[in-house]
């Protein structure tokens, strides 16, 4: 489906960024998956062809793009065949807005030009060992202590958590707040900070060049001019972004399931078995069809969220919608794929077969399917 949204300077920049995926990214992407990570320089690359946070103002040092030119980073890096990359993607649109929306002034003047050439990497920590779905049973304490907050705890899972140089982390400031989530609060916490400390880099079931770790506070230190909006809205703040949020980790699904299904298609018509291509035995013709006409619908709901989202209308239910449906959607594609390939689709070399590890994720980060349809439920009065 032709989206409405692109006109001529989009597809020029889109075409820039294929071409550096292509030479830069994609014929490393075996390689970063057994070094479990994406090189440090890459971010630098990264940032000097002006794809990261494209949407930053030109006077923090961006190039003052729309949500457009977001989404072309999203589809182009998720065709490189490197899970790594989507640490960039989550930097560039689901951490780096936080500073946009809630920072002050001095705030932005610090980190955004860093974020944008690729100096600062950064991680969004609100999950910890004891609280994902539930974010208002969080339990890291931040305890003012005159011009510092004294930050006690442990998040998990967190993506960029290992290479990030700042992490805008999920405090309790207020234990005691009836309802729970008025006592949280976010705060900008620098990499180097006393107390401050890296955890393991998590090892999962795909997406291995992904850098997912764990982040540790003890006793540590945070000025309290690092307080991101105001004390006790940090829930708030959580929600806003979410959308947004979901909105990118829906669309990296999409594009996912469409490059699995385009090269799964080209391999079943070049296959041949018993005499005639895999994809001409009816079975398979027809698995085909129905993987594609699941894409078609992703691709045809995607697109006019998007749309929606450029036009600035609300699309808290539908993204949640599209978020369970979609994730769900990747990984029933990236199964049957693998098994159009045979004994290939059990071969690492074969992108297709890394592809069912690499988008497992997608179900249960940015909200689980099921926390997408308590969502929905709720919005629909069930
Ligand atoms: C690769 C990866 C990257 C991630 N990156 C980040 C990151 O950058 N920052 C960050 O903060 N977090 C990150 N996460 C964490 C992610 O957001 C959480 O794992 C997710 O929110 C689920 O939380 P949980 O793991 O604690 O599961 P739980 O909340 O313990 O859920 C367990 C099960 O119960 C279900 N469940 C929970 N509540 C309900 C309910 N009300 N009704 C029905 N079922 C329910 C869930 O759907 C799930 O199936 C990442 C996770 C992964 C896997």
Not at 113 to 142: F, H
Not at 158 to 171: F, K, Q
Not at 299 to 328: C, H, P, Q, Y
Request: net charge negative; aromatic share 8%; glycine share 10%.
């Amino acid at each position: 489906m032709e989206a409405k949204f692109y006109g001529e300077e989009h597809n020029i920049f889109r075409k820039s960024i294929k071409d550096f995926v292509n030479k830069e990214i994609k014929p490393h992407a075996e390689k970063w998956d057994e070094d479990r990570g994406i090189p440090r320089d890459l971010w630098h690359k990264v940032g000097a062809q002006g794809y990261l946070c494209p949407w930053v103002d030109e006077k923090y040092g961006g190039a003052g793009g729309g949500f457009e030119y977001s989404v072309i980073v999203h589809e182009e890096l998720g065709r490189s065949e490197c899970p790594g990359v989507s640490g960039i993607g989550i930097h560039n649109d689901i951490i780096v807005p936080y500073i946009h929306h809630q920072g002050n002034e001095k705030q932005k003047e610090k980190y955004l030009p860093g974020c944008v050439n690729g100096d600062i990497i950064t991680a969004v920590a609100m999950t910890e060992p004891e609280a994902g779905s539930d974010l208002a049973a969080i339990r890291t304490k931040a305890v003012r202590d005159g011009d510092h907050y004294v930050v006690n705890g442990q998040k998990t899972f967190i993506s960029n958590g290992i290479n990030c140089n700042l992490a805008v982390t999920a405090v309790k400031t207020d234990p005691k707040a009836d309802p729970p989530h008025k006592g949280i609060s976010v705060l900008l916490i620098e990499e180097g900070t006393p107390g401050f400390s890296k955890g393991r880099l998590l090892d999962k079931t795909g997406g291995h060049s992904m850098d997912t770790g764990e982040l540790v506070f003890e006793d540590c230190l945070v000025p309290v001019e690092n307080l991101l909006g105001e004390e006790g809205r940090g829930f708030h703040y959580l929600m806003y972004n979410l959308q947004q949020e979901r909105l990118i980790l829906t669309i990296d699904a999409q594009v996912a399931a469409e490059y699995v299904m385009e090269k799964t298609i080209d391999y079943c018509k070049t296959r041949t078995v018993f005499g005639r291509p895999v994809s001409s035995h009816q079975h398979n013709t027809f698995k085909i069809v129905e993987m594609a006409t699941d894409v078609e619908i992703g691709r045809t709901f995607l697109n006019s969220l998007i749309e929606d989202f450029i036009e600035g209308r609300d699309i808290t239910m539908r993204v949640s919608m599209a978020k369970w449906w979609i994730s769900e959607m990747v990984n029933r594609v990236a199964y049957h794929c693998t098994q159009l390939h045979g004994g290939y689709g059990c071969m690492k070399e074969y992108y297709v077969a890394r592809a069912p590890g690499d988008v497992r994720y997608m179900t249960i980060a940015a909200g689980t399917t099921e926390i997408m349809k308590v969502i929905v439920g709720n919005i629909m009065g069930l």
